[in-house]
């Protein structure tokens, strides 16, 4: 005789129709070890049931939802604290990490206009580092910072060299 | 705007550019998206982020929507592809957990002797139901939690409907196992 088993858990929740249906209430007729899977299987579907939703301390999505999709103009107080929680951890490490890059970047550039051996070749850093002079990936004050890193870069050299 | 309109009428009107229309939807959905991400996730704080996701997700594909009456599997299948996707980066992250603290729930109306126990079944079934493989608990969140039919849950999992009572039938008998292994009974 062979078992339905796999059929159980789809038979108490009222998946099978006809046929099938009919197939497993038929050996369930003559299969006590199903019979009482059946039971069990119930017993559990039942339990989960009664399972509660934790409660959301927040109130409805729609402001936060309308916000970011009928474009009402946000401040820019709103644009970081009206982000969600996870949203604005993101932002405070995405700063914390620009901040330590900008912590690792510059003494590599103060090192090479000390004269120190920073393993680049003279100007060499510069041409290495020629992706940023592309500074479309940056803002247009962003860029004007660069700049500015650039030539005073340039300005030093020029005195070393006289 | 009536609010017993269908979800596909809401849809159209929402592709339409229609603001009451989406709200509508917002408010009608926003709970059962936030029990199903919070059974996905395990964290309240993670499934609230995600519902806000979910409905700008529905909202910038409204335009595509088809409307032959299967607005909820929809709303699932964008609801589960956000969950899995924020699962996958937990996992890359390696913060896997299922915080017990984050699932802490009231028992408002119990009785004092039943609290505890209550309490700690809950607590008990839901550590679980975070143990099953992340498919398996999709599928019987969607089933058992929102309620869907097999063929709802395969049109919200993107899979067949043999798929989906394997994937249930399996959880169950894990969830069984697991608890059975921990003195407690489900």
């Known amino acids: ?81 009206g982000a969600g929680n996870l949203t604005r951890t993101g932002l405070a490490t995405a700063a914390v990490a620009a901040g330590l890059m900008l912590g690792i970047l510059l003494p590599i550039g ?31 004050d962003a860029t004007a910072g660069l700049d500015d890193i650039l030539l005073g870069a340039d300005l030093l050299d020029e005195g070393n060299g006289s | 705007m009536p609010r017993t309109m269908d979800d596909d009428a809401l849809m159209i009107r929402t592709a339409e550019g229609e603001e009451a229309a989406f709200r509508l939807l917002v408010q009608r959905w926003e709970r059962d998206v936030l029990s199903f991400l919070i059974h996905m996730l395990g964290s309240i704080e993670e499934a609230e982020d995600l519902v806000q996701d979910t409905f700008v997700q529905v909202f910038k594909k409204a335009g595509s929507y088809q409307a032959t009456g299967m607005f909820k599997s929809w709303l699932f299948r964008i609801a589960g592809n956000l969950a899995r996707s924020r699962l996958r980066r937990r996992k890359v992250l390696r913060w896997v957990r299922f915080d017990p603290v984050v699932h802490d729930m009231g028992d408002a109306g119990r009785g004092p002797d039943g609290d505890l126990e209550h309490s700690q079944r809950q607590e008990a079934v ?20 929102q309620g869907m039919r097999y063929k709802e849950v395969a049109e919200a999992m993107g899979t067949t409907v043999p798929g989906v009572e394997s994937l249930i039938q399996r959880a169950m008998a894990a969830l069984r196992e697991d608890l059975a292994g921990k003195g407690d009974q489900l």
Request: net charge negative; aromatic share 8%; hydrophobic share 35%.
């Open chain 2, 126 to 145: 839901r550590a679980a139901l975070g143990r099953l493989p992340q498919r398996q608990r999709e599928a019987l969140a969607l089933h058992r939690f």
């Open chain 1, 1 to 81: 005789m062979k078992h339905v088993t796999n059929r159980i858990q789809a038979y108490i929740s009222g998946e099978l129709a006809g046929d099938r249906k009919a197939a497993v209430e038929k050996h369930l007729d003559g299969c006590p070890a199903c019979r009482d899977e059946v039971d069990r299987a119930r017993q559990a579907w039942e339990m989960l049931g009664t399972m509660e939703t934790p409660p959301s301390e927040n109130g409805s999505v729609w402001p936060a939802v309308q916000a970011r999709t009928f474009g009402r103009e946000t401040s820019d107080r709103e644009w970081f604290f």
């Open chain 1, 110 to 140: 103060s090192d090479h206009n000390e004269g120190v051996d920073s393993g680049l070749t003279d100007e060499s850093w510069l041409v290495e580092s020629s992706w940023l002079s592309d500074s479309s990936w940056l803002g247009g």
